[in-house]
Each structure stands twice: as structure tokens, then as C-alpha cells.
């Protein structure tokens, strides 16, 4: 048997004993590329995992084709968990729309409001929950570990993907015919929100396009100036003569 085939193999008896052991857990999925071939395995078995995402309503016109694509394919509609109204509203008044830009701290609490708190609203009442991280992304997930406690939210964290390498996604992707988000094939290895995500370049981090204007190694430690302009002044010029 090949290293695929036994990775495969090995991630569909985690899903099976998540589903008899940690019933109910939900699988978080960003609608990526490794995400999809997680619901591709949930849903090919019809394992009772529920699955949802986060509409963060920042999301590229792409990403929220992807939700389409699965209720066509596979009979299924993704959960959708929003952000509360008033906190975003509040937060445009005080800040501005893209004050995410400005501060590591905006940029933070841009994520809590249209992140953190719809991920907790989702997770209330599982047991144990699921991501499509994987060790290869970046620096900072080198130690993930398969299964994981998370202590903030008194509950189970899986990984399942955390072995898989790059080619191993897009091979299972290939091979199986899953839908994946076409901005994979236009250079966004990585993709969160629109204004927060870039396409990256040969040699890059997978996700070094993922708030690009914070450090690589560590990106919730700080705003990186480039000459003497805040990056949101260079995007923005950026944008304009595009």
C-alpha cells in the first residue's frame, strides 16, 4: 500500500472514531483546499459530523460559490455562522471599514467580531471540534498534533490533516474529483478574507499571503512598515492604480 493510500486510510478512521467518540463534533471548515477534501471524506462515508463555516461577510465572491458547489455535488448545505450586526456596525463607526489595516489590535478585533465570536456560537454544545490544519502551512503549526485539547473551550480538537503534505491534498482533490475554490489555481494556496488575503509568490509560505503585513513567523506580533508608509497606505495606492 502506498503513503497516500495508508494517509487516506489513517484520516477516514479518525473521522470514524470521532463520530462514535466524540459525538456531537462539528467540523469547522474555511471552504479550502484541504477543508474540501475533509468534507469530501465526512460526507462520501455520511458520518454524523456536522459541518459549518464562517461568513464573515468579507469573504471573496469565490469562496461563497464553493458553498454552491457542495450543495450540488453532494446534496449538503454548509451551516453558515455570521457576525453579530451591531458588533460590525460599532466597530465601522469607531475604526472604519478596513481599520484592520491600521494596528495589530484592530486587525484582532476584526477577527473576534467576525471570527472568534460566530466560531464560539457554532462550537457551543460539541464535544470536540475539527480543522483542516496542517504542519506544512506555516512556522507557527510545526508542533500540531492530530488530536489536541482545546483549553479555552473545554472541549476536543482534531486535526486530521495535520501529516498530510500540499501534493497529498491536490492528489486526494484530483483523484476524487472534489470541488475546490478556483482561487487556489490563481496563486492563493491560503484564503481568508478578501481584503486580508493575497496571492503569493514562487518560493512563499503557503500562507504568507494571509495578513502579509504582520510578521511571518509569528503574525499577531506585528505591523510591518515598509519604508515609512503603513501597509494600509501601500494597499490602498495599490488598489487605486489597479
Not at 127 to 148: H, N, P
Not at 168 to 176: A, C, D, L, S, T
Amino acid at each position: 500500500m502506498s503513503t497516500f493510500n495508508q494517509r487516506v486510510l489513517e484520516t477516514q478512521a479518525t473521522l470514524n472514531r470521532i463520530a462514535e467518540e466524540f459525538s456531537p463534533a462539528v467540523f469547522a471548515s474555511s471552504l479550502a483546499a484541504e477543508d474540501m477534501v475533509l468534507t469530501d471524506l465526512i460526507l462520501r462515508a455520511k458520518l454524523p459530523i456536522g459541518i459549518f463555516t464562517l461568513e464573515t461577510g468579507r469573504l471573496h465572491a469565490e469562496t461563497l460559490g464553493v458553498l454552491e458547489r457542495i450543495k450540488d455535488i453532494y446534496g449538503v448545505e454548509v451551516m453558515l455562522y455570521r457576525p453579530e450586526k451591531l458588533a460590525i456596525s460599532a466597530y465601522v463607526h469607531n475604526h472604519g471599514l478596513n481599520a484592520f489595516y491600521d494596528s495589530v489590535a484592530l486587525r484582532k478585533e476584526c477577527c473576534r467580531i467576525r471570527k472568534i465570536e460566530p466560531l464560539n456560537l457554532a462550537l457551543a454544545g460539541h464535544l470536540a471540534w475539527i480543522t483542516g490544519q496542517r504542519r506544512a502551512q506555516s512556522a507557527t503549526r510545526t508542533a500540531l498534533d492530530v488530536q489536541e485539547y482545546d483549553a479555552a473551550r473545554n472541549m476536543t480538537k482534531f486535526n486530521p490533516l495535520a501529516d498530510w503534505s500540499e501534493d497529498e491534498v491536490w492528489h486526494y482533490i484530483r483523484g476524487n474529483n472534489v470541488p475546490y475554490n478556483p482561487l487556489h489555481d490563481r496563486g492563493y494556496p491560503s484564503i481568508g478574507c478578501e481584503p486580508c488575503t493575497r496571492a503569493v509568490q514562487p518560493g512563499e509560505d503557503v500562507r504568507a499571503g494571509r495578513w502579509w503585513w504582520e510578521n511571518p513567523e509569528t503574525k499577531e506580533c506585528g505591523l510591518h512598515v515598509v519604508g515609512e508608509k503603513p501597509v494600509r497606505e501601500i494597499h490602498v495606492a495599490e488598489h487605486t492604480e489597479a
